[in-house]
């Protein structure tokens, strides 16, 4: 994909606004609880993520498509409490070789690659044989009322393109299944801003 289309400079100011508030530090804990040894985070945004990595993590390889968000990940990688490589790079065309990550985090990006199946495929290919993939990610609604408004939202293209590439009405976590992964302990929730609250999914899978 051309460089241009990961270029979103409004989005990228918006998003180092919020994203500290997106999740709860508590959550962020918890996604990163127990992790070891190499973990690949897709779609890294501006590096939130990276003080919450527990010592037990030797290398942290975070992936972040878009420049902005990629440069303010830079600064928050050099403050970081483990070594953490922030690179060019798509959940599409991971740029690691097979079986060469303990674990995979993704965290609200789900909802925003090109290619979802395509993504998921290529997180179990640079994964080890029993690896986890770690997520936490907003879905589609179970209710039929908001869901039909949720994929509304995204047919219009509206909010895809103030979104940077972002999609509501995703059904992630039935996506991870067919991908292959074996699901482990997950949770249901509501979380965001009041009335703009979605449904989220977050917890474990692992590659077969």
Known sequence: MAAAEHDHPLFARFWKVVAPGAMAGRDRD???AGLTGTVLEVGAGTGV???HY??????VVAIEPEPHLREEAARHAARAPVAVEVVDGEAEAVPLS?????????SLVLCSVTDQAASLTELQRVLRPGGELRFYEH???HRDRP??????LDRSGVWPKLGAGCHVSRDTLSAI???GFVLGEHRRFMSGFGP???PHIAGVATRR
């Open 98 to 106: 097979d079986a060469s990550v303990d674990a995979v985090v993704t």
């Open 147 to 152: 869901a039909a408004f949720q994929r509304w």
């Open 139 to 141: 879905v589609v609604a």
């Open 54 to 59: 527990p010592p037990s993590v030797a290398k």
């Open 30 to 32: 918890t996604l990163l």
């Open 49 to 51: 993520n990276f003080a």
């Open 196 to 198: 703009f609250a979605l």
């Open 177 to 179: 299944e067919r991908s």
